[in-house]
T-cell receptor
Framework: GAVVSQHPSWVICKSGTSVKIECRSL??????MFWYRQFPKQSLMLMAT?????????EQGVEKDKFLINHASLTLSTLTVTSAHPEDSSFYIC?????????????FGPGTRLTVL | GQNIDQPTEMTATEGAIVQINCTYQ??????LFWYQQHAGEAPTFLSY????GLEEKGRFSSFLSRSKGYSYLLLKELQMKDSASYLC??????????FGKGTTLSVSS
């Protein structure tokens, strides 16, 4: 199988603070990781694509200075929500692709629920 | 532009068969995925189609027609645990996925 973990699973923070979310591929090396955001009863919206050792590619409308992504190794990508505000409250999910899989299947982490007060 | 359409909600009873449709309009096409997502959890992979036709995997089957920009997910012998959201996602060029809004399926006894 392919296991992707996220930490923390949930976090509550005060407005104006920064929150870091970690995404790890536990049993494979992931050259590419993705970060999604999901609001209640909405689908997953791709925020950015993260490749190991290079800058992340952000989707239109996603502020790169607010959502800092670091992909320092083949098994770890981090998303930092800087100066979080209540409208940033959402379910953040990462995924990773295995380069040895024929169709680049994405394996999803369990998600991180962020609540900003 | 990009557009992926699915019904918002569907209901069915245990033991029945349900078909969830997905139509898509994307600038590129490199495969279509179906994922299942229970509330508050991450999506789990169900199926992948890149060629026209039907892919069967146990109680779940997925169909693709590239010329029509159309796919469906067929669930047979429904169980209560099948109550979840079902997400249709298209892979354009590269590896990123574009997700539809999902179809919430409610299975009743």
């Amino acid at each position: 199988g392919a296991v992707v973990s996220q930490h923390p699973s949930w976090v509550i923070c005060k407005s104006g603070t920064s929150v870091k979310i970690e995404c790890r591929s536990l049993d494979f090396q992931a050259t590419t990781m993705f970060w999604y955001r999901q609001f209640p009863k909405q689908s997953l919206m791709l925020m950015a694509t993260s490749n190991e050792g290079s800058k992340a590619t952000y989707e239109q409308g996603v502020e790169k200075d607010k959502f800092l992504i670091n992909h320092a190794s083949l098994t770890l990508s981090t998303l930092t929500v800087t100066s979080a505000h209540p409208e940033d409250s959402s379910f953040y999910i990462c995924s990773a692709t295995r380069p040895d899989r024929a169709y680049n299947e994405q394996f999803f982490g369990p998600g991180t629920r962020l609540t900003v007060l | 532009g990009q557009n992926i359409d699915q019904p918002t909600e569907m209901t069915a009873t245990e033991g029945a068969i349900v078909q969830i449709n997905c139509t898509y309009q994307t600038s590129g096409f490199n495969g279509l995925f179906w994922y299942q997502q229970h509330a508050g959890e991450a999506p789990t992979f169900l199926s992948y189609n890149v060629l026209d036709g039907l892919e069967e995997k146990g109680r779940f089957s997925s169909f693709l027609s590239r010329s029509k920009g159309y796919s469906y997910l067929l669930l047979k012998e429904l169980q209560m645990k099948d109550s979840a959201s079902y997400l249709c996602a298209v892979k354009e060029a590269g590896t990123a996925l574009i997700f539809g809004k999902g179809t919430t399926l409610s299975v009743s006894s």
